[in-house]
C-alpha cells in the first residue's frame, strides 16, 4: 500500500504558526485523497482538511480560514500550514492516504493508510 512520514510538530505559542509535512512512498499513483486527522485523550480521531487528486480541498469549520493544506507532487507531500493556532488545535496529528489499487488477482483493494502521528501543542 502506501507509508506515511509525518515531521514538523512540535510546541508553540498561541497565535503562532506551524507547519506538517507528510511524505508518502509505495504505490503513490494509486492515491485518491490525501488528508490530515488529529486526535485528543478520550476523542475520536477527526478530519482537519484534506486534498483530492483534482486538487479540491475540504476544511473542518474549526480551522477553516486558518489551516491549509497543499501537495508537491513531485517530492509525494502534503504539507499542512496551520495558523493563528490556539490551545483547542492542541492534538497528535496524523498523515492519511486514501486509494484503491488492483491485487494480482485484479481485486479491487480500497485502503486508508496512516501515519505514526505527530504531537502539537499550543501553549505558553
Known amino acids: 500500500q502506501v507509508q506515511l512520514v509525518e515531521s514538523g510538530g512540535g510546541l508553540v505559542q498561541p497565535g503562532g504558526s506551524l507547519r506538517l509535512s507528510c511524505a508518502a512512498s509505495?504505490?503513490?499513483?494509486?492515491?485518491?485523497?490525501r488528508a490530515w486527522y488529529r486526535q485528543t485523550p478520550g476523542k475520536e480521531r477527526e478530519l482537519v482538511a484534506r486534498?483530492?487528486?483534482?486538487?479540491?480541498?475540504d476544511y473542518s469549520d474549526s480551522v477553516k480560514g486558518r489551516f491549509t493544506i497543499s501537495r508537491d507532487n513531485a517530492k509525494n507531500t502534503v504539507s499542512l500550514q496551520m495558523t493563528s493556532l490556539k490551545a483547542d488545535d492542541t492534538a497528535v496529528y496524523y498523515c492519511a492516504a486514501e486509494g484503491l489499487y488492483y491485487n494480482d488477482q485484479e481485486e479491487p483493494v480500497v485502503y486508508r493508510s496512516w501515519g505514526q502521528g505527530t504531537q502539537v501543542t499550543v501553549s505558553l
Open positions: 486534498i483530492s487528486k483534482d486538487g479540491s480541498t
Open positions: 509505495g504505490r503513490i499513483s494509486s492515491i485518491n485523497v
